[in-house]
């Protein structure tokens, strides 16, 4: 197509008085030429133009030079301006097609950028923060999820229970050196689960206990949720959580999203952990039940236990979030056979009173 | 002030044409970009998204034009949080050598009498900003108020505004809007602003009873009156300002918007923004006849200190 125009109908602002000129524009080969109503001619040489409206649809051509304006309403202008003078002389100039490309392009970036944070970007960063975060850091942190998850008032407070408890922590802990303080409270809620939070915060709750039919089958529990503690899932979790939160506030620009999310971060819903985590609980709690001396078939018993829960039953409460029960039931059987082919000794983890004590509903108190 | 006595009011409308595609694509590009950078270019963005609003805002046949940039933007909020930074910080540094917990309450109040005092430097340093870098025909806007000025009549109202749980609204209205009025421009042209606060209270005292009572619907209606009280006072160059939005309008409008953000998980933004943008600009007019001639550039400079103060503060301001 061949644009040979002699002249182009311009809107012209002198910069001095906000009065609009209709003025003729032609473009010559020493740049844009026009003449006012004064009959004063005018020459913008190409090199002093700037080019600051016109890029999107219907939206008129504008060029300014210093404080003045020429605004043109046929957007042919353009391809008529690029032939003069390449297009590219002007500053600033950039026609409507390439808009979109340039749109759809940054949408593929974005979704390849938000895959490749969410598969190693954020994964690795979190991973390696939360293991230089120091241990009483960890510790002020679990103590405030923990506190805002189960109040005071909701826990058990029976002294022969908790005794008992502890006994049972400190059979676990054994003599390994452990930067964790364990502090484990049973939670008096019928709910069958049982958490970590970050720096050795540890919460069972009543319904676990109730369904628990020997000391080694919570022992179990126990030791999967030390586990989570020893290897830092809970606070990979919260910073998983920030990290997700502080993406989502530079994509969007608002610093509000930010402080929403933050306090979203104490909730339950972060302390998640991916099915790596409970597989790497599961083993290493399954080692620490066998240098503690502790029968393994408890674990074994408790995971059958959860199958049959699981058969009728779709609420598992927060442990749905745990690999298939049939799977971790077959890698803790494998662990008990070998266990037992080694045929090692077994010590009872608490005294038939102790468990008792555990045992009791806190109704039952004298 | 130029009106020709003779010639019979002219009604100059405003319109907005941007459509949602278009805008979404800006936006796109933006958050791409600032991922990248690591929300340096957010500022960029930012000038990207402003051109692509003034310059779709028709007014009188003619379109408005941004002249801000990104550069400028990064300043303004290098210079806004690094001033920020240094009082916070001292003030946490006393925090920590003071270690008394009976003047504790001292360091906790000082972040708040900050926001406080920095809310009018906030909004004058963005009004200067926003208007010296706003055309229309080739004619900038200016905002010539003064920080100490503004606060004298904007900390005691805002104040009132508190105490009075929104009652006083009509009369911070009308105590702010002149000050805001008289001192912004168009070219030497000053704006006014004669509404009275008196002429919005019966209807924010209906507000106050009947917004609870439709669940909140009533808002819409309450919105429009102040919309209109707002346009319906405010004069340039002899011309008045007419807003015909209704409560009606405002009500459709908010609930479709709203149902859009969340079918859309919030993608749809830029539509809602467009749609919005849309109602109010066509139903904002200018009555009387102004000769264009008559009205001359008064350029004026102005930093990027206090719209960097208003981004970090995160105060949004409706220009």
Redesign the interface.
């Known amino acids: 197509m061949q644009v040979t125009r002699a002249s182009w109908t311009a809107?012209y602002?002198?910069?001095?008085?906000?009065?609009?000129q209709e003025v003729s524009l032609r473009i010559t080969p020493g740049g844009l030429h026009f003449r006012c109503e004064d009959g004063s001619d005018h020459v913008w040489g190409f090199g002093e133009l700037r080019q600051?409206?016109g890029r999107?649809?219907?939206?008129?051509i504008?060029l300014e030079r210093g404080?003045?304006?020429l605004?043109i309403a046929e957007p042919e202008f353009l391809a008529a301006l690029a032939k003069h003078r390449r297009g590219s002389g002007i500053r600033g100039a950039q026609g409507a097609p390439k808009?979109?490309a340039?749109?759809l392009a940054?949408?593929l970036?974005?979704v390849g950028?938000g895959i490749s944070l969410y598969v190693w970007g954020i994964p690795t960063f979190v991973n390696a923060a939360a293991a230089r975060v120091p241990v009483a850091w960890e510790d002020k942190l679990g103590a405030a999820v923990t506190a805002k998850i189960a109040p005071l008032e909701t826990r058990n407070a029976d002294p022969e229970a908790n005794a008992a408890l502890a006994a049972m922590v400190a059979r676990l802990a054994g003599d390994a050196p452990s930067p964790y303080h364990y502090r484990v409270a049973i939670v008096e809620q019928p709910t069958v689960n049982a958490l970590a939070a970050p720096g050795g915060h540890i919460l069972l709750y009543r319904g676990l206990i109730a369904r628990a039919q020997s000391p080694e089958e919570l022992a179990g529990v126990l030791a999967h949720e030390m586990a989570h503690v020893e290897r830092r899932h809970s606070t990979q979790a919260v910073f998983r959580e920030l990290s997700f939160s502080a993406?989502l506030a530079?994509?969007?620009?608002d610093?509000?999203a930010m402080g929403q999310i933050l306090d979203l971060a104490g909730d339950l819903g972060a302390l998640r952990y991916n099915r790596e985590a409970e597989r790497e609980a599961d083993r290493d709690g399954m080692y620490r039940i066998q240098a503690a001396a502790i029968d393994p078939r408890g674990m074994v018993r408790f995971f059958k236990e959860l199958q049959e829960r699981e058969s009728g039953f779709l609420d598992v409460g927060a442990l749905s979030t745990h690999p298939p029960t049939r799977e971790r039931l077959a890698a803790a059987e494998a662990l008990a056979r070998d266990w037992q082919a080694a045929s090692r000794e077994t010590r009872p983890v608490l005294t038939q009173a102790q468990w008792q004590a555990l045992k009791r509903p806190p109704t039952a108190e004298p | 002030m130029s009106r020709k006595v003779q010639s019979r009011p002219l009604t100059h409308r405003f319109a907005f044409h941007g459509d949602g595609a278009s805008f979404f694509g800006i936006h796109l590009v933006t958050m791409f970009l600032s991922a990248l950078t690591l929300g340096i270019y957010s500022f960029w963005g930012r000038v990207k998204i402003r051109r692509f609003l003034y310059s779709q805002t028709e007014f009188a046949g003619e379109r408005f034009a941004y002249h801000g940039t990104g550069m400028e933007l990064l300043k303004g909020w290098a210079r806004a949080s690094f001033l920020l930074g240094a009082v916070l910080g001292l003030n946490s540094l006393l925090f920590f050598l003071w270690d008394d917990p009976a003047s504790a309450w001292i360091t906790q109040l000082i972040p708040l009498a900050l926001v406080v005092m920095l809310a009018p430097l906030a909004i004058v340093g963005t009004l200067r900003y926003r208007f010296s870098r706003t055309s229309w025909q080739g004619i900038r806007f200016s905002f010539r108020g003064r920080v100490l000025d503004f606060a004298k009549v904007f900390v005691p109202a805002a104040v009132l505004n508190v105490v009075t749980l929104g009652l006083y609204f009509p009369f911070f209205l009308a105590r702010i809007l002149p000050y805001i009025a008289e001192n912004t421009a168009y070219g030497n042209e000053r704006f006014a602003f004669a509404g009275k606060g008196r002429d919005l209270f019966s209807q924010t005292l209906l507000a106050a009873i009947l917004t609870p009572l439709t669940l909140g619907l009533y808002g819409f209606w309450y919105q429009a009156h102040v919309e209109r009280f707002v346009w319906d006072h405010m004069a340039v160059a002899g011309a008045r300002f007419r807003s015909t939005v209704s409560g009606g309008g405002l009500c459709a409008l908010g609930l479709t918007n709203g149902l859009l953000m969340i079918v859309t998980l919030g993608l749809a933004y830029p539509w809602v923004k467009v749609r919005e943008a849309r109602y109010k600009l066509a139903h904002l007019t200018l009555v009387g006849s102004v000769d264009w001639s008559q009205v001359r550039q008064e350029a004026q400079q102005a930093g990027t200190f206090g719209e960097g103060m208003a981004d970090i503060l995160d105060l949004e301001l409706g220009v």
């Open positions: 809107r602002f002198d910069g001095q008085t906000a009065r609009r600051t409206q999107h649809r219907g939206e008129p504008r404080l003045e304006a605004v808009q979109t340039i749109a940054s949408a970036g974005l950028l993406v530079a994509l969007t620009g610093a509000r």
